[in-house]
């Protein structure tokens, strides 16, 4: 059964910066497309970053400079290095990976960016 597992969250001063990792079982990163994504209290879930299988990065215009996604294949682990934190970045961010026509989800992990 495919599995992501997020962890790395907590409470940042703004400006400061936080690691992500998601590492996962039942599937291989390396040869999927993956992506963050991050639900803030009572908004809509949105897309932070992809990374397709061939090492292409993309990022939402909020987080451009600031944010990187990267994989680690040997660990099967995914990051996102999130530096000059905001307070409008804390959310509940998720790790997401689709395996053939399935939809995966992490049950996130809480980002506080607060002083």
């Known amino acids: 059964q495919v599995q992501l597992v997020e962890s790395g969250g907590g409470l940042v001063l703004p400006g400061g910066s936080l690691r992500l990792s998601c590492t996962a079982s039942?599937?291989?990163?390396?040869?999927?497309?993956m992506a963050w994504y991050r639900q803030a209290p009572g908004k809509q879930r949105e897309l932070v970053a992809t990374?397709?299988?061939?090492?292409?990065?993309n990022y939402a215009d909020s987080v451009k400079g600031r944010f990187t996604i990267d994989r680690d294949n040997a660990k099967n682990t995914v990051y996102l290095q999130m530096d000059s934190l905001k307070p409008e970045d804390t959310a509940v961010y998720y790790c997401?990976?689709?395996?053939?026509?399935?939809?995966?989800w992490g049950k996130g992990t809480l980002v506080t960016v607060s002083s």
């Open positions: 039942g599937i291989i990163f390396s040869i999927n497309g």
């Open positions: 990374l397709s299988s061939g090492g292409w990065a």
């Open positions: 997401y990976v689709t395996r053939r026509g399935i939809d995966y």
